[in-house]
């Protein structure tokens, strides 16, 4: 894997430093996010992203993490990976001396560790501006694996002999992220890999589901709930849960003695679950739930769940025989990714959508 841009690598000059720089008491005074971060700066969930602007040749990246990994952009181009940096500032420096964007963005799930953002900060001689204001489109992603990107920078199912899930995962290349940057709006990528609505793979945890930490921001720390600061209210939101539920056959033990119980069970979850978003989002927001599969039990029960439903909920089925799952443990790959994202674009543009 690449860890800069060539166009960049003369031009642009990343360094590391330990010291100097602490956490700031107020990390998002000018930083721009839309993601579930706490007021000190901290979050679990893949994809969350920091932007903000700056005057002068350097700014440094406030970070305590080090469980995840992050790309560093500059102007729009990625010039840094940084693999599980720890407690660290990291300096992009060597730029011409004027107003420059910076962004920050977490490539990998850590639903056990919390990573800690810091703010920005200018090089000598510079300042850190204004943050970037907040687009007024949004979109919300909730989904597992698929959704998170899990190992979709590999080119090989069995990624162990290339880096690992870990480094073979950029959610920012996720189909949700890849659409949402093209309709130009801010998102959230709320997936968590082998959580299903009511089962999770293979059956594993049992007792719990994603519905256990979808109101998190911080997955690790039970009971745990997001302040929403009145700012995200998105309009469209893209569920994406049941491949977990479904894709393992039951064991002797389990809660559900067949699976005409489990299909039950997974289609009561998933109305409350939709309700639940329906009364925090309102009636103008357009909620899409989605499917990889064409035909079987999965597919079947979430059209089952659409057409029962009489509240803006629509239908997408993005099966396609041109996705490869080439990706890590046959997942999407990130050609997939591109692929879904032109589908959901397209699909998009065909609903009302209230932007």
Known sequence: MKRFKSALVAA???????????????????????????????????GVYFEGRFRGTGVGIVLDDSANDYDVQIDGTTVATLVMPGKTTYWAGNLSNKEHRVRLIKRTESPWAAGKFGGFVAANGGAILARPSARPRQIELIGDSLTAGYGNLSTTRDCSANGGVARNTNTDVSFGALTARALNADYQVNAFSGRGMVRNYNGGEPGTSYRTYYDRALLNVDGDVWQNPGTWRPQVVVVGLGTNDFSTALHPGEQWPDQNSLVSAYKSAYHGFLDKLRTRYGWSTTIVVSTPDASGTFADAVRQIVQERKDRVRYWNYSDPALDRLGCDWHFSARDHRLIAGKLGAYLSGLPIAW
């Open 12 to 46: 642009l000059t990343v360094l590391v430093t330990t010291s100097g720089v602490g956490l700031a008491a107020n990390p998002l005074a000018q930083a721009h996010t839309a993601g579930r971060v706490t007021a000190s700066g901290q979050f679990t969930w893949p």
